[in-house]
Structure formats: structure tokens, C-alpha cells
């Protein structure tokens, strides 16, 4: 039994920022981060005091995490960024919404008393002398402290307070994992109300001392434990008062905390097997869960319900057999071709999360040139003629304004070259496809034929298909490349007019070349011969595709599991610590690529080479990231791939052995122990990530148990019915009997639950020293 977190973010928008450049604006970030660690930096918005940002995140974190903060941040281009203010929420917060939390929060100064982290090592006692009991503070050392000087680093000491007296260890320069291992005594006097006061402090030669953080403890408990000792984490100071709320703007986010516990395997086997069974006995069978599902699931969370229905039976192997009882359902109750999939149904919802989950690799591989053509380029796009900016451009000198015809022209011109290159991108891809997507298609290609059979629904599974490969999969990427990991910004103005006029031209490829598309848009007419062209290249590229029989498709899967696939791979400046001189600023840029099995990189893609010395030993590697969204995609993958690894380090030095010594926290032993934990808890979702078949039963049945009332209703009609026919047999019965096994098996996962450790998440372990507040 295990306890998982995850927190789903979105980062909407902000409002009302104050201006921190001499325009008169700003140009606003956030940084997301959870426990002082950074995890999330979203794109920067050029100009503006109401930015909008709308990007989504799925965290996994320990459910020992105290809060997640919100920095909004000015981006300089020739200076340190400015911060604007912050927005923090605590674990009890977000517990306090099961719904989560969603609104507008107001930001707060950020004060450098309050931007605390790390942990200090203590030891406290209660020893005897002959004039009485001493309370005796032994100071060892400290991990992770904030970073206060220019160097990255801190010059910390230690400040320790009681009854009146004060004493200090002595200066670690340039450390952020300093050793003290000094102790201290006071009188200490029974029944006294005095508390003991821990302060970490970062010593400046000229300037103010820093504050780095405290830890108070009520010393009346310690008469009964005598001894403590343990790592406490640092608490700001917020005696201060605030800037009034509202004058730093505002930010609206929605957050959601969600808790699991997660029981051991053969727990959820009933509910698997039961669902399993449903899917293999397809459409034609007498099992109705599938259709009871769709029928209780509300519109709100219909999508999360499908990517999890999708996740456990992409592990059991049914993925295709789940989607095709979808696509018979939604065919069984459909009446008119143009309304096929249009609707956000389970089918509709499944297949989204499937494409997104087996064919990301694909879109990259297609749509990744164009995207990065059409940001490289930077032109001025629009066929609009109501939106068109004429503009002045040079000749030989001469100035001239440029006609609206001219823009147009060129305009088309830029786009047909954009849409070309796609189409022939996308018809070159068909044995780049996965099979599995392939084999999908196939089958969602054959039932519309077999329902809409006539001459005149000829294009309909054509558009079957493209209403998901175009129009749900390829547009939504075009207009939203950072949303699909195809770029790391998000596109400027200009940029994204030309994204959104592609993608339009896309989705009228996409519907066929209806006259219904042509009619809404009439100004797209420009681009019509090249999409009556894309037409006959997408239904000869989707004629290919759905061309794959059932042993070409398991020759593919063969292959594919015979390969580790990467989890992760791109390029990285690397460094190699060779001999006892220093890191030098050198970098060399390499390809990475990084597997279920191992960390390899080399010159090219092609070829992988895992570093190691002249006596086969492996070295450590230094890897320089870009910015905080690449090292923590890399941190995520290598902390999902390393889950299981028995050799995984409980610590590591965060430095580097520089000299004769580590740069972090100055020992000089190299062999020594880490300094710092390692930290192999907080992973953001990615769309390639490992399949958690328990974690999918697990929020299936949370569901279940959510709807489960509509359930037990269905059961009681169903039961009426039966009992009002003459003969008990037929389909109803059988949904009846399938429902009831499944009310069984909510019943039985329930007691499970409660004969399983409950409560709330667990926290820190508890000390006897009662941390004040």
C-alpha cells in the first residue's frame, strides 16, 4: 500500500500587475514552486500588465509537501528579473477544497524573511551538574540553506537564544551545506515559560546579515525526553506586516490536491478483470458496464475518467478492443453522418487521451519542421481583409507603402508553402505511425463504412478519421505548440495569427473540403487549391494507413518491445570532472538519451556512449539545462526511470569536488558521504510516462465509488424490468448480474480501504519537542 499526491495546476491569467520597466509595463512569468523547490517556469508575456498564460500542469509529489508558491516575475533582459509578488498555498488549503481551489488570489510582497528553506541538524539535552540541570544545544549542520550572495552561495552561522543569553558558532564561507558540530549550554530553570530559538544567519562584511531562518522549541517537553535529536526544517519569520492585498495585482489560478492511497495489486484485480471482461465481449455481448459508465459520468469529468479507462487497458493490452466497443456505441446511437463524433463523448474523450498517450512521438516527428519553420520565419500573415495591417517596406532604397493585395498575396503565398509541407510531411509518415494508433484507425475506418455503407456517406470514414487525426490531434498542437511540448515558449502575436490560420486550413482538409467549411470563412478561398489538392493527399494517406493486417500490426509490437524506448532524449552541455583542477567553463554539447535502462550520450543521436574512466568505473557528469523547464524534465524522467533502482544514493553533493575539496559543503574527502537528500518525489506527468496500472484501478474506483448511488438506481430499474417479463433472460439480466458484480467489488475495495492504515497523509515523524508557532 503506498500514499501518492498529485496536484493538477493551471495558471490562467493575472491582472492589475504594477509596471516594473520605464514603459511603463512589465513582462510577466510565473514560477511555481513546491517547498521552496522550483518546478514549473511558464512563458514569458511580452508587455503587458494582464498577461495570460493558460497552461496546465500535473504534479507528483510526497504527501509530505507543506505548500506550493506562485512568483510572478519580471523578465530583464540585461538585469536580475524583478519579483512582483507571490501567491502561496498550503497543504491544509488545498485540502480544505476537495474540488479544488479556483479564483483569483491576490499576490503579497515576497520578504526576504519569509523566502526561507532547508533543514538545520540538532541535537538538544537535559544534562545534571552540580548547580543543576543545563540545557545543552549541539549545532551539527545544515542542508539546502537559501542561497543569499552573488557567488550562489551563503556565508552562514548559527544564532542560538534562551533566557536572555546568546551565543553564535563560527562563519562557513561560501556554503550552502555548512558543518558546525559546536555546542552550547545554558542554565536552564525549571518551570520556566522561555522557549529556545535557533537562527540561521547569512554574515554580510558591509551590509546587513540575511536572515536564513529559525527553529523554536518549547523546552518544557524536553524535561520529559532529555534527549532529541533530528533534522528540523527552517521556519520563516512573519512578524513583519504586509503591503496591503490587491496593490500588487492579482493572479487566477485553479489548483487541485488530489490523495491516493493506492492498495497492493491483487486488490484491484476484481474491478481489472470485471472490466476487462466487458470490453472483450465487445458490443454484441450482453455486458452493459461500459455504456453504464458513459451514462453516470458527468460532463466535467468525463475526460479524466477516459484517460484513466484508456491507461488501464493500454496496460492489459485492450486499448484497440476499448476503443472499438466505443466507436460501436457512439455509431449505434448516431443518426446523422455529419454529427459522428462531434460531441465530447466517452469515445470522443478516449480517443483524444490515446492519441495523445501512444502517437506524441509521431506528431513530433511531423508537425516538428513546420512548427519551427513557422517560428524561425516570423512573417506577417493574414487573409483577412478586415484585419490586415499595411505596412511599409524598403526597395533599393525607396520606401513604399505595401498594397493590402500585396499582403494578401504574400499572406497566401506563406501559407500554402506551410500547409504543402505539412501534407507531404503527413503522407511520407504512414510507416512512421505506431501500429497500435495504425490498427485503430483500421477499425474505426471499417465500422462507419459498415454503417454508413452508401455511395453518398463515401467520405464519411475519411472524416472519421481526420475528425480525431486533424481536427482533435494536429490543430490543437499547431495553434498550441507549447502545449505540446513542440516548442519551450509560447508564440508571440504574429507568430500565433499564422499558427491559427494553418491550423484552419488544416481542419478544412480535415472535413474534407465541405461546402459548409468553405462557407463560413469565405476570405480563406486563396488557399482552396491547395486544400482541394491536401484532400486527395489525405484520403490516399489515410487509405495506406488503416492498410494493415493483424500480422503486420503484431510484427510492429514484436519489434517495438524488443527496443528499451527513450524516455526521454535531447541535447545537453555537458561537463566531465577529470583531475583535481577546477570546473572550468567549458561545456561540450551533446545528444542524451535516457531509457528504463540507462543514461547514454554521444556526438549524434545515433551512437551512445556511457562515460566512464580509464578503470571502467563510471564518473560523474556535470549537465547544464537551458532553463528550469528542461532540468526539471530531465529531473522528472530520471526520477521516474530510477524508482526502483536499489542502488539509487540517499544523498549526493550538490558541488563539485573543486581542488581538494567539495565546493558545497567543504569536505575534503572525496569518497564522503552526500550533503544533501536526494530528492526522488516530485515528478511532473509527461505524456510518455511509465503506465501505473494500480494508480489507474485506484482513480477508476474512486469514480465508481462517486457514482455509485446512480449505480445501485440503474440496478433497481434494470431488476424491475426483469421481474415485470415473462422470461428473466436477455441482455437486461446480464447487465443486471454484470452491475451487481461490480457493486460487489465497490463493496469489497471499500472495506479494504478501511481495514487498510487510514488517515491523513503522512507527515513528518513526530518529535517531542512541540515546534512553536
Known sequence: MAKRSSLSIRIVEGKNLPAKDISGSSDPYCIVKVDNEPIIRTATVWKTLCPFWGEEYQ????????????????????????????????????????????????????????????EIHLRLEVVARPRGRRLRCSVLEARDLAPKDRNGASDPFVRVRYNGRTQETSIVKKSCYPRWNETFEFELEEGTAEALCVEAWDWDLVSRNDFLGKVVFNVQSLWAAQQ?????????????????????????????????????????????????????LGAQGPGQLIPLIEE????????????????????????????????????????????????????????????????????????GPIIDRVFEEKKYVELDPSKVEVKDVGCSGLHRPQTEAEVLEQSAQTLRSHLGALLSSLSRSVRACPAVVRATFRQLFRRVRERFPSAQHENVPFIAVTSFL?????????????????????????????????????????????????????????????????????????????????????????????????????????????????????????????????????????????????????????????????????????????????????????????????????????????????????????????????????LIYRHLLGVEAALREKRRELSAGTEAGSVPTGPGEAAEDALAQLLRVLRDLQEAHRSSPTGSPPSEPNRLLALQT
Request: charged fraction near 25%; aromatic fraction near 8%; include cysteine.
Open 228 to 280: 532529541e535529536e533530528g533534522w528540523f526544517r527552517l521556519q520563516p519569520d512573519q512578524s513583519k506586516s504586509r503591503r496591503g492585498e490587491g496593490s500588487l495585482g492579482s493572479l487566477q489560478l485553479e489548483v487541485r490536491l488530489r490523495d491516493e492511497t493506492v492498495l497492493p495489486s491483487g486488490c484491484y484485480q476484481p474491478l481489472v478483470q470485471l472490466l476487462c471482461r466487458e470490453v472483450k
Open 296 to 367: 453516470t459520468t458527468s460532463t466535467e469529468c468525463r475526460q479524466d475518467v477516459a484517460t484513466n479507462l484508456l491507461k488501464l487497458f493500454l496496460g492489459e493490452g485492450l486499448a484497440k478492443d476499448f476503443l472499438d466497443l466505443l466507436f460501436q456505441l457512439e455509431l449505434g446511437r448516431t443518426s446523422e453522418a455529419n454529427t459522428l463524433f462531434r460531441s465530447n463523448s466517452l469515445a470522443s474523450k478516449s480517443m483524444e487521451s490515446f492519441l495523445k498517450v501512444a502517437g506524441m512521438r509521431y506528431l513530433h516527428g511531423v508537425l
Open 470 to 698: 486533424c481536427l482533435r490531434f494536429f490543430s490543437p498542437a499547431i495553434m498550441a505548440p507549447k502545449l505540446f511540448h513542440l516548442r519551450e515558449r509560447h508564440a508571440d502575436a504574429r507568430t500565433s495569427r499564422t499558427l491559427l490560420l494553418l491550423a484552419k486550413a488544416v481542419q478544412n482538409v480535415g472535413n474534407m473540403d465541405t461546402p459548409a467549411s468553405r462557407a463560413k470563412e469565405a476570405w480563406m478561398e486563396p488557399l482552396q487549391p491547395t486544400v482541394r489538392q491536401g484532400v486527395a493527399q489525405l484520403k490516399d494517406f489515410i487509405t495506406k494507413l488503416v492498410d494493415i493486417e493483424e500480422k503486420e500490426e503484431l510484427d510492429l509490437q514484436r519489434a517495438l518491445s524488443l527496443q528499451a524506448p527513450p524516455v526521454k532524449e535531447g541535447p545537453l552541455f555537458i561537463h566531465r570532472t577529470k583531475g583535481k583542477g577546477p570546473l572550468m567553463s567549458s561545456f561540450k554539447k551533446l545528444h542524451f538519451s535516457l531509457t528504463t535502462e540507462a543514461l547514454s550520450f554521444a556526438k549524434t543521436p545515433n551512437s551512445k556512449v556511457i562515460y566512464e574512466d580509464d578503470a571502467g568505473k563510471p564518473q560523474t557528469v556535470y549537465l547544464q539545462c537551458k532553463c528550469v523547464n528542461e532540468l526539471n524534465q530531465w529531473l522528472s524522467a530520471l526520477r521516474k526511470v530510477s524508482i526502483s533502482n536499489p542502488g539509487l544514493l540517499g544523498s549526493y553533493h550538490p558541488g563539485v569536488f573543486r581542488g581538494d575539496k567539495w565546493s558545497c559543503c567543504h569536505q575534503k574527502d572525496k569518497s564522503d558521504l552526500g550533503c544533501d537528500k536526494t530528492r526522488s518525489r516530485v515528478t511532473l506527468q509527461e505524456w510518455n510516462d511509465p503506465l501505473d496500472h494500480d494508480l489507474e484501478a485506484q
Open 59 to 118: 504534479v507528483h509529489l510526497p504527501p509530505t509537501f507543506h505548500a506550493v508558491a506562485f512568483y510572478v516575475m519580471d523578465e530583464d533582459a540585461l538585469s536580475r528579473d524583478d519579483v512582483i509578488g507571490k501567491v502561496c498555498l498550503t497543504r491544509d488549503t488545498l485540502a480544505a477544497h476537495p474540488k479544488g481551489f479556483s479564483g483569483w488570489a491576490h499576490l503579497t510582497e515576497v520578504d526576504p524573511d519569509e523566502e526561507v528553506q532547508g
